[in-house]
Every structure is written in structure tokens, then in C-alpha cells.
């Protein structure tokens, strides 16, 4: 199976890589639209600041081409947030495979919200053998919010969609690669999929 993690100097990526290897499998770091489009399952990490990461992307001609991928795509953190319409982060335009904006946590709590929080209202096959309220590992200051794509919520201070999914689509606010076996298990479901 080739698996390519999008490489578009967004940070993350080698721990990433390292859960891959762990569990088996081979993934190359690639920015090659040939590489990405011939991959079974692509990788679309970000850790960073949104408006800059889509630059990154356009300047790369990766905002065309990952919208238009058929195979399973998997973004996290802020793969998944720049995969919505748009963030508020840099008043930043997103990729719109999913139609909601991504918004950020009000003043009431501490931002970023980082560390363990739970999911639950879990759905779709990359929650397989999950159970609801596990701890996932995350870091963010911006979320999107309860909307028909989502898969998994979590609550902080507002209930927000802590996973997404649309079509071949996936993404996941927390870090899978940093979430320990349960993040692992679902790292490892996403590489699964259509099996």
C-alpha cells in the first residue's frame, strides 16, 4: 500500500511518519501531485498558522489538487481545519471540501485548548473498535463547529466537531499520532479502510 503524507512545511510530520511505522506500514513524506494522486491513502498533517500553511499549499498548486483526490484523505488539526470553507485564523480561505467555517474559542476559556480531552458521539469506520469517551491528545485555538459532517464531538466550553467526515474525506481536530494506542487504533482503521 503507498501512503504519502503531504509534506507542504506544516510541521508534525515525523511523529506522524513514526505512528505509520509502528504500525506496520510505510509512508513517504511527498509535495509531488503524481506521488499524491497515485497514493492509496493520503496524509494531510498541519501544525502552524493557517493563512501561511495555505499559502504554502497555493504556491504548491496543492489547494487544487487535494480537493480532488479520490482515495482516503486524512487531515489533522489543522489539515482538517484548512479542508473547511474558511477559518477565522488570518480570516483565511480553506479548501471547502467541508461547508463549514472554522471559529474560534471565545474568551472563557484558556486557548489553546491543549492537552486530553474526550470524544464521543462517535460514527463512521474510522471510530471501529473505539470506545465513546476515550482521551485524544490536542492543541488548538480555533474549532469547527457542530455541523452534518461531523463524526466525533468534544466538549470545551462549547460542544464542537472534535472529527469530520464527507465522501472520502476525513479529518480529526486531535493528533492520532500523539493519543497514544487509542489514537494508534484509529490511525490504523484509517489505513484500513476499503480493505
Known amino acids: 500500500m503507498k501512503i504519502v503524507i503531504i509534506n507542504y512545511g506544516a510541521g508534525n510530520i515525523q511523529s506522524i511518519m513514526f505512528a505509520v511505522e509502528r504500525l506496520g506500514f510505510k509512508a513517504v513524506l511527498s509535495n509531488d501531485p503524481d506521488k499524491i494522486q497515485k497514493a492509496d491513502k493520503v496524509i494531510f498533517p498541519g ?55 472554522v471559529i474560534k474559542f471565545t474568551s472563557n476559556v484558556k486557548v489553546p485548548q491543549m492537552g486530553w480531552n474526550q470524544i464521543y458521539n462517535l460514527k463512521s469506520n474510522l471510530f471501529k473498535d473505539i470506545a465513546e469517551n476515550e482521551f485524544m491528545y490536542l492543541v488548538h485555538s480555533f474549532y469547527a463547529p457542530n455541523c452534518q459532517y461531523m463524526i466525533a464531538t468534544t466538549n470545551y466550553d462549547v460542544e464542537y466537531a472534535s472529527a469530520l467526515q464527507k465522501d ?28
Do not use: W
Request: with cysteine; net charge negative.
Open 47 to 101: 501544525v502552524g498558522e493557517a493563512s501561511s500553511a495555505m499559502t504554502k499549499l497555493k504556491e504548491s498548486g496543492l489547494d487544487r489538487l487535494i480537493p480532488n483526490l479520490k482515495q482516503p484523505v486524512l487531515g489533522i488539526c489543522l489539515g482538517m481545519q484548512l479542508m473547511c470553507n474558511a477559518t477565522e485564523e488570518g480570516n483565511t480561505e480553506g479548501l471547502g471540501i467541508f461547508d463549514v467555517d
Open 168 to 195: 472520502n474525506f476525513y479529518g480529526t481536530q486531535f493528533h492520532p499520532e500523539k493519543s497514544g494506542d487509542v489514537g494508534e487504533k484509529i490511525l490504523e482503521n484509517f489505513l484500513k479502510l476499503n480493505d
